[in-house]
């Protein structure tokens, strides 16, 4: 299919790790990305993967690259309050206007 | 550097109303696009433009039209408002020459439309 899709609601507590997950469409895609929504603003880069890595690590983000399976992933490890938010996974198919866009997860973290 | 500024925050429109959404850049992006984000289906690209006077459609174009006179400029008009057009507008805008091998889209705050 056309969409890459994500989970809508993911509900962890604070201090535990959350898992993130975004199925995506084109194997040929470059770039992959974690885009970070607030509430009320724009939506953030988080991180990235190039195709040819199959896991980044920056600080407490693990991002984790399937791509016989076109399963993206994003671990966030101590898991805080002010990580709330809704998380985008993005594919860039080949072009500045071929990036292609997920539903959007909205994380919720209960203190 | 104010990044990609948008206005206004929030606007409501009847049907058939035209209106612009403002956008612009500081950072002299030559990549700049327009999406819409609607509840269970993500962005989607509306119009986008990899130069002052150069525009091309995305996605979603139908209702909408744009130009690009300037760098630094990019507004999106609506002609005749309709209550599907009802969405949160997002402007963005990569930096091509010199940018990142990854380009990173620096989004603006957005500009939720409310058509009756």
């Known amino acids: 299919g056309e969409d890459v899709e994500q989970s809508l609601f993911l509900s962890v507590r604070e201090g535990d790790s959350s898992v993130i997950n975004c199925t995506y469409t084109?194997?040929?895609?470059?770039?992959l990305y974690w885009y970070k929504q607030e509430p009320g603003a724009g939506l953030q880069l988080l991180t990235y993967?190039?195709?040819?890595?199959d896991m980044k690590q920056d600080q407490r983000l693990t991002v984790l690259l399937n791509k016989k399976d076109k399963h993206l992933s994003l671990r966030i490890a101590d898991t805080q309050t002010g990580d709330s938010a809704i998380y985008f996974c993005?594919?860039?198919?080949?072009?500045?206007?071929?990036?292609?866009f997920g539903t959007g997860t909205k994380l919720q973290v209960i203190p | 550097n104010a990044g990609v500024t948008q206005t206004p925050k929030f606007q409501v429109l009847k049907t058939g109303q035209s209106m612009t959404l403002q956008c612009a850049q500081d950072?002299?992006?030559?990549?700049m696009s327009w999406y819409r984000q609607d509840p269970g289906m993500g962005l989607r690209l509306i119009h986008y433009s990899v130069g002052a006077g150069i525009t091309d459609q995305g996605e979603v174009p139908n209702g909408y039209n744009v130009s690009r006179s300037t760098t630094e400029d990019f507004p999106l008009r609506l002609l005749s408002a309709a209550p599907s057009q009802t969405s949160v507008y997002f402007c963005a805008s990569i930096g091509l020459a010199g940018g990142t091998s990854y380009n990173e889209q620096f989004f603006g705050p957005g500009t939720r439309l409310t058509v009756l």
């Open positions: 950072m002299n992006h030559e990549y």
């Open positions: 993967i190039f195709s040819n890595m």
């Open positions: 084109d194997s040929s895609s470059t770039y």
């Open positions: 993005a594919e860039n198919r080949g072009g500045y206007q071929k990036v292609t």
